[in-house]
């Protein structure tokens, strides 16, 4: 097992927070246990953390509420852990900005698969390989890899994980055409029609956040029924594609 990876539990019953913490122990994660949302966002913001496990129902504010103020400046993959059984539940925490949806009860062997999932996801995506630098730049964009924070023209982009990921992966590919079904087995590990769905509003979102005009991009160029190219700031040769093995 991987020490240095590192969970922030928030739970404030205490039978569940034990059950996990015994997990994690067992397991050779590194964790720790707080009770309310302001311990929470406190702890997140002055330490780092490479996972969120989460409970909706905490006794000052609900999870909802905080997952959507750690997505205003954090990418940390969360986890729900609930006992809300309702799609709507699901589908609030989610749109927020949750990863991922555990309902309680839960087998431990469960949170452990997609304890697992999640941080082999921040290991391919977020860390750099031996080689890679630390920072790209690109024009007026920025991405510090260590940090895990984008820029443009200075400002930070309030990016979802996912519009992080996809940056990423464009900015480490520059001037390669790659395919959806390459971006969808990076980024969600499958060609699922839902995949394909959830890549299309992705990159229209992300479009939003770095393009001056979403309409005729400068950064992500779309190449029709192939994919996408990040392109090199002032090359604007849409045409000269690349071709890419990917």
């Known amino acids: 097992m991987d020490l240095k990876h590192k969970i922030l539990v928030v739970e404030d019953d205490s039978a569940v927070r034990n059950l996990v913490s015994t997990a994690l122990d067992l397991h050779g994660y590194l964790h720790k246990q707080v009770g309310t949302g302001a311990m929470a966002l406190l702890e997140l913001s002055t330490n780092r953390y490479d996972l969120l496990l989460l409970d909706l129902g905490l006794p000052d504010m609900d999870g909802t509420e905080i997952i959507g103020k750690l997505r205003g400046w954090s990418n940390i993959p969360i986890i729900v852990l609930s006992a809300r059984l309702e799609d709507k539940d699901k589908i609030e925490a989610l749109d927020a900005g949750a990863d991922d949806y555990l309902v309680k009860p839960f087998s431990v062997d469960e949170l452990l698969a997609r304890l697992r999932v999640w941080l082999r996801r921040v290991r391919q995506i977020g860390e750099l390989e031996d080689g890679d630098p630390a920072e790209y730049a690109n024009g007026d964009l920025r ?26 992966l464009f900015a480490k590919n520059t001037g390669k055409v790659l395919t959806h079904t390459y971006i969808l087995k990076s980024i969600w590990g499958n060609e699922s029609e839902s995949a394909v769905s959830s890549l299309r509003v992705f990159m229209v979102s992300l479009r939003r956040k770095i393009e001056s005009d979403p309409a005729n991009p400068a950064y992500i160029k779309t190449h029709v029924g192939v994919g996408y190219r990040m392109m090199q700031a002032g090359d604007d040769s849409a045409s000269d594609v690349r071709a890419s093995k990917r």
């Open 143 to 168: 991405i510090d890899y260590l940090k895990q924070i984008a820029t443009l023209r200075g400002e930070e982009l309030h990016l979802t994980p996912y519009e992080y990921k996809l940056l990423c």
